[in-house]
């Protein structure tokens, strides 16, 4: 065979194993173990050994990378937008032509002066707080390169208005489980921490609810945990699914699959507290001992409270759709059995807690888990992802680690300090840019403390200039926030008067902005990192417990920048040297010396070389195993160290888990009273009056719903899920195999449209057919999707995935203008969970459905973007910008 | 002037005399290097709701009567905000552990500097049951790489916090 | 030697991570035995899916992936001329990119729809089982890539000849289900576990009741003489999974306070049935 040269990396999708030859990616694999790779852990239960495959697993995105480098949408050159002009003002620059526009090509020095100058002017003009920037979560991977790292130390030397970040993809657990037991600091979330084993050993029924694992595969963790859930299968572990959607891990595995209406969860789990508390079949003495206010809450329940209405199952079938009988039947079998339960991706994720209802859901959930007897064996807040068993004591940085980014401390020698107090919140980033004013309350990721969660914020902030200038740095938010038509309006407006924007690829909103810089991908860099780990004391501390393997990465690279691309690094050093602070930026390293002292800052040098590390691009530590526990017969260590999740607090013992609290270890959870608040004393203590996130968590109608003014319009309900074909918009648009996935989209036309899966009773209704074009709408847009009938959804439910990479409005640049890129997020809801609550709630959406024609328009909408299968066909081999020039460069140069 | 409120264990009405005794027998027991009127009734009385500006203020007068506790004024707390705050005067040679189970984060709190008996300075910005991640201290900033001290170490137990 | 990979349907998520591996493998690069795929519209692993259940209440997925069989007696190897197509002697049937071209009754004669053409370069192409990569002795993977990449042990690659390898052992624990089309010809590559149809249903005591009724005998009689018999579950749920298709059932259901229900079903398909018991 050809020479082949073999690297790693890591992305979204997991590690990945490159081979290139002669400077070109030949294929990605998973990583294969070799001999000099540690013993896996090894399970005993019921009977049998379990232990990890010598192998570490990538979801179908990781396959899909080299695809995705040579895609036919990255963005090749600096370019500028075509009627874009420098006046000296900074008005009248055409912005209303933003999403229009052509660009022409330029050159670094240009793009990078223009980039410079503005900087200089806006700032010196308006003052430092006049620039704001944002970006996606992980487009690329690694602890130098990603957005607490590179962009937070570039943004935070230049001073900027920080725009917070909402926590998306689990609203009801960040915003209301702090409420019932604490965990603010994990936002939320519960502790996994060696549940695998747990489960194995004593669970008898798992609830997976509002999660399907097989797509959301515990966040960064490949398919890693899809081979536990199929043992656990196998020894007879019931799966009960709960969702509107018999969802992808549910139709394959689950013994019982009930679908509630979308947004109704709060009242089945009310009614399976009836059950209980009439039939006496909860933890009376474990409820005495940590509970706080149940029996004001267990009165309320059964009809003695101020609504004075009884949760009976019946009461609750009426609201779900679900039959009273499966309600019994879910509650005793729950009571009956050693049962694991938990929501979504991690436990504390999931659609349904991003609903109108998501917070009262969340909190309801874990009081359930609370009745019987959380913490104890078998018996816990976990949902088949995270929890293997790990190495305590070996020490990486994860992603969100305050020990582990280049603008900070010890990484840098000199931390990088944001001058700028002022913030805005994603969610809402237009509606303050366009209106010039905007109030909302809270941190956006409140893992500092319950208080957090409360802080008043008004933009402008008193004395501030409103931002002038908007840095937006990988992916798209149009198809991950809501009612992103707004999105088109703000880019269009002249109150911002230049828009960076520094991409891989040409995303929808790239196609906004002034100026487009060409990132490279994680594959054409260098960077270092650990799969799937968020980091200690960072977000969800520790989720590479969600791989079978620790794996850390030497994320050599594996070929050379494409076109004109540079590492996001370079670019900013490069506006930094421009703006008179490049070497107080880069502190005279480069990449693979920010990526070294990550290395030195670990417990990694203990056991690698850096020569060794970088050859052979990967380390795995193995856990830790105690030298008695070794079977003379099998050579094979039958324990390892181990911090079960909250069992320290069912077995009253100071907590041994990681990231632990200081009142942990008094036995106490982070609420206000240490127990678990039935009735909220924290809410009571800070905001008593907000009626939507009620002290005593309960169903509400919601404010879009079955039940809402609008429902008479818009009679079915939108679930917009977490893909299963895209991770947050880094892959659908790019990565052309995609669309050949029946389940994902349809070619018609030459466009890739989304499916949306509609009961055959609405298809019977309506008069659709199987791969009919659809359309999609309500007050606030359109969407054109491809038609899937299915009953795997109830005849009232529509799904169709959210974060779609692909926004592509029949008329480009128009506010409104009908979508067939299935962005469905401009259908969803722009409106905040509360006043007081600072949630998104996309899966409160209602919608009607008609029968649509194709657009006719085989284009992707965007001139530079032209005919996909010819553009992969010359990419393949592509190796040089020179060459490229050859073959774009007459059409985009100009 | 009585309170009355309600907790666990029903209606309660207190004299101030009551009140007091109550709350120096929860600070007593409070093992933590600090307090607040807050954190003593929802800890400590169980109370329900948000206790009265009046409660508060004979709280704080009886965790300053009970002895031991030092007012130091408004400090944040993660679940209160900032509110008044009170140091355990005898914190320092209280004893860290409970049922043989060390309390690890109330000896080495997270950002604290510790002298080790070999004289080196560690600051210690990671601290777990299982091990502590710490960075040598030259007295202005940290200087070489990350060691791994384990608490229940000899050489943990012989460390001196240097404030 | 004969190379072989098991499938086992039950065990797949349709994931795609073996469709993705594939494509990454073949689309836009030659190989020593094969031409570069076209980037889009050839699936030489395929992914077969359909919906099984007429009630929402129980609806399930069967997943098959679908490459090539390498047949022992290939359909394609007989309609190719010149030799345009050969089987190695471990197994693998392979398509001669020269030879082939032009050949379109090669992708015509193949029972299962494995073979596709490639309209640019007028060839027919196919799986090859990623002989290029096992016949590499450089090559660090030891497995086809789809077997590589598959997290669920559904795809489990080996020597069919030899009892003792991984494939041999999946397919002697599992059922094996070979692909309609190929009837009872054999194959390296062998389906287990594709399911068939089922009968399932809820028991329910009388509406007015609102419980399900956990315990009941439920029977299901073939007409062919076979007895399938269970008991309801804690759901009040009975089914009877990969029964003979096509077959006329008869279900009774027993319970020792109410009446016994009959019922006849037909499994043309996957049916599913809700029960009220009556006194």
């Not at chain 3, 992936?65 to 047949?71: D, E």
Request: aromatic share 12%.
């Amino acid at each position: 065979m050809a020479k082949e040269r073999i690297t790693h990396s890591i992305c979204v999708g997991g590690p990945l194993t490159i081979h290139t030859v002669d400077g070109v990616i030949r294929r990605v694999r998973p990583i294969v173990l070799d001999d000099t790779d540690p013993q896996g852990w090894v399970i005993k239960a019921r009977g049998k050994e379990y232990t990890p495959q010598r192998k570490t697993t990538l979801s179908l995105l990781g396959f899909t990378e080299k695809d995705r480098t040579y895609a036919y949408d990255r963005v090749k050159y600096p370019m500028i937008r075509e009627d874009f002009v420098e006046t000296a003002d900074g008005q009248n620059r055409n912005a209303e032509n933003r999403g229009k526009s052509n660009y022409r090509r330029a050159s670094w020095d240009e793009a990078l002066g223009l980039v410079a100058r503005e900087i200089k002017r806006i700032q010196s003009t308006y003052g430092k707080e006049a620039v704001t920037a944002i970006t996606s979560s992980h487009h690329s991977w690694g602890l130098v390169g990603y957005k607490i790292s590179l962009f937070n130390r570039f943004f935070s030397m230049l001073g900027y208005t920080r725009i917070a970040d909402n926590p998306d993809s689990w609203e009801g657990f960040h915003w209301g489980t702090p409420h019932t037991y604490g965990y603010y600091w994990r936002l939320g979330g519960p502790e996994p921490f060696d549940m695998l084993h747990d489960a194995m050993k004593n669970t008898e029924t798992m609830i997976m609810w509002s999660h399907d694992p097989d797509t959301t595969r515990g966040g960064y963790s490949a398919q890693e945990s899809a081979l536990w859930r199929w043992w656990m299968k196998e020894m007879g572990i019931q799966f009960i699914y709960i969702d509107p959607f018999n969802n992808f891990s549910s139709v394959k595995q689950a013994d019982k699959w009930i679908g509630p209406r979308m947004g109704t969860d709060a009242a089945l789990c009310e009614a399976i507290a009836y059950v209980w508390i009439t039939e006496g079949t909860y933890d009376k003495e474990y409820i005495a001992k940590h509970g706080h206010r149940f029996d004001e809450w267990a009165d309320h329940i059964l009809g003695k409270g101020v609504d004075a209405t009884p949760k009976t199952p019946a009461w609750a079938e009426e609201i779900t759709g679900v039959k009273a009988a499966d309600i019994k039947a879910i509650a005793r079998r729950w009571a009956s059995t050693k049962t694991m339960a938990g929501s979504g991706m991690r436990g504390g994720f999931g659609g349904a807690c991003r609903t109108v209802g998501g917070t009262d859901y969340a909190r309801l959930l874990v009081s359930l888990l609370a009745m019987q007897g959380m913490g104890k064996p078998g018996q816990n807040m976990w949902t088949g992802t995270c929890g293997a068993p790990m190495n305590y004591n070996f020490w990486f940085g994860g992603y969100s680690d305050p020990l582990a980014s280049i603008a900070k401390s010890p990484i840098a020698d000199h931390p990088a300090v944001n001058s700028v107090q002022q913030t805005l919140y994603r969610t809402n980033l237009p509606d303050a840019v366009l209106d010039g004013h905007y109030e909302w309350l809270g941190e956006g990721f409140c893992g500092g403390g319950l208080d957090f969660e409360f802080t008043r914020h008004v933009y402008p902030m008193p004395g501030c200039s409103e931002v002038k200038m908007f840095w937006r740095y990988g992916g798209s938010f149009m198809g991950t926030m809501l009612d992103t038509n707004k999105w088109v309006k703000m880019y269009q407006s002249p109150k911002l008067e230049f828009v960076v924007n520094q991409d891989t690829h040409i995303n929808p909103e790239g196609r906004m902005a002034d100026v487009i810089l060409p990132a490279c991908t994680n594959l054409e860099r260098v960077d270092i990192g650990e799969v799937g780990n968020s980091g200690n004391g960072g977000y969800c501390s520790h989720s590479q417990t969600g791989n079978s393997w620790q794996v850390v990465v030497y994320q050599d690279k594996a070929i050379e920048p494409l076109w004109d691309s540079r590492s996001d690094f370079w670019i900013f050093s490069q506006v930094a040297a421009r703006l008179g602070w490049g070497e107080e930026f880069t502190e005279g390293r480069n990449e693979e010396e920010w990526a070294k002292r990550f290395y030195q800052f670990s417990d990694l040098p203990k056991h690698m070389s850096w020569e060794d590390f970088k050859k052979k691009g990967y380390f795995i530590p193995a856990v830790t195993f105690n030298e008695e526990n070794k079977d003379p017969k099998t050579g094979l260590y039958e324990k390892w160290d181990e911090h079960p999740g909250f069992q320290w607090f069912a077995e009253e013992r100071p907590c041994d888990t990681p990231n632990h609290k200081i009142f942990q270890e008094e036995g106490k959870l982070g609420t206000l009273t240490g127990k678990f608040e039935f009735v909220s004393e924290s809410m009571l203590y800070w905001e008593p009056d907000d009626e939507i996130r009620t002290p005593i968590a309960q169903y509400k109608d919601s404010w879009e719903g079955h039940k809402s003014v609008s429902a008479d319009k818009f009679p079915y309900q939108l679930m917009s899920p977490h893909p299963r074909f895209d991770y947050h918009t880094h892959y659908q648009q790019h990565a052309t195999w995609l669309w050949e996935i029946p389940q994902n989209r349809r070619l018609v036309n030459g466009n890739p449209y989304l499916v949306a899966r509609i009961n055959p009773v609405t298809a019977e209704k309506k008069g659709i057919k199987e791969g009919d074009i659809v359309a999609l709408f309500n007050g606030r847009g359109t969407v054109l999707c491809s038609a899937h009938i299915t009953r795997r959804v109830y005849p009232e439910t529509i799904h169709a995935y959210t974060s779609s990479g692909i926004y592509n409005p029949v008329e480009y640049g128009k506010y409104g203008s009908v979508d067939k890129g299935g962005c469905v997020n401009v259908l969803t809801p722009g409106r905040l969970m509360g006043d007081y609550i600072p949630a998104m709630v996309p899966n409160s959406c209602n919608i009607d459905i008609e029968k649509a024609e194709a657009d006719p328009n085989p284009g992707q909408g965007f001139e530079f973007i032209i005919d996909s299968l010819e553009m992969q066909s010359k990419f393949r081999c592509e190796k040089t910008s020179a060459e490229a020039d050859q073959i774009f460069g007459e059409k985009e140069a100009k | 002037m009585n309170f009355t409120f309600r907790n666990p264990e029903g209606t309660q009405t207190m004299t101030p005399a009551q009140l007091a005794a109550k709350v120096k027998e929860i600070v007593a027991a409070c093992p933590s290097e600090i307090t607040c009127a807050y954190r003593v009734w929802y800890e400590g009385i169980e109370g329900y709701g948000r206790p009265t500006a009046a409660l508060v203020a004979a709280i704080e007068e009886a965790i300053v009567a009970a002895g031991g506790w030092t007012a130091v004024g408004p400090r944040r707390f993660e679940k209160y905000g900032a509110v008044n705050a009170f140091t355990n005067d005898n914190y320092a040679t209280a004893a860290k552990e409970k049922d043989g189970e060390p309390l690890v984060l109330h000896k080495f709190k997270t950002g604290s500097k510790w002298q080790g008996p070999d004289g080196k300075i560690w600051w210690i910005p990671v601290v777990e049951v299982f091990d502590m991640r710490c960075f040598e201290w030259d007295g202005e900033k940290y200087i070489g790489e990350m060691v791994e001290i384990n608490p229940n170490s000899d050489y943990a137990k012989a460390m001196v916090e240097v404030k | 030697m004969k190379y072989g990979i098991a499938i086992d349907s039950s065990r797949c998520m349709a994931c795609y991570a073996c469709f993705m591996a594939c494509k990454d493998e073949h689309c836009g690069w030659d190989t020593t035995v094969s031409k570069a795929q076209p980037h889009m519209g050839q699936f030489w692993m395929n992914i077969v899916e359909w919906e099984r259940g007429d009630n929402e209440r129980h609806i399930k997925t069967a997943t098959v992936p679908t490459p090539c069989s390498h047949c022992d007696n290939p359909a394609c190897m007989a309609a190719a001329k010149d030799g345009a197509v050969y089987k190695r002697a471990d197994g693998i049937v392979i398509i001669d990119p020269e030879k082939a071209k032009g050949q379109k009754q090669i992708v015509e004669a193949c029972p299962v729809g494995a073979v596709y053409w490639n309209a640019e370069l007028e060839i027919p192409q196919k799986c090859t089982m990623c002989a290029h990569l096992l016949d590499d002795p450089e090559y660090p993977g030891k497995e086809p890539r789809c077997v590589e990449a598959c997290p669920n042990q559904a795809l489990v690659f080996g020597d069919l000849d030899d009892p003792n390898s991984e494939v041999s052992k999946k397919i002697a624990a599992g059922k094996v289900t070979q692909l309609e089309a190929l009837g009872d010809a054999g194959s390296s590559v062998v389906h287990l576990n594709v399911p068939s149809a089922f009968i399932a249903g809820t028991v329910f005591y009388p509406a007015e009741e609102e419980e399900v009724y956990i315990g009941a005998q439920v029977k299901a009689t073939c007409e062919c003489g076979k007895v399938y018999e269970t008991v309801t579950n804690w759901a009040g749920d009975y089914e009877f999974e990969d029964l003979p298709k096509n077959k006329k059932f008869t279900v009774e259901i027993t319970t020792k306070d109410f009446q016994t229900v009959n019922f006849d079903v037909v499994t043309d398909a996957d049916h599913y049935f809700e029960t009220y018991l009556a006194k």
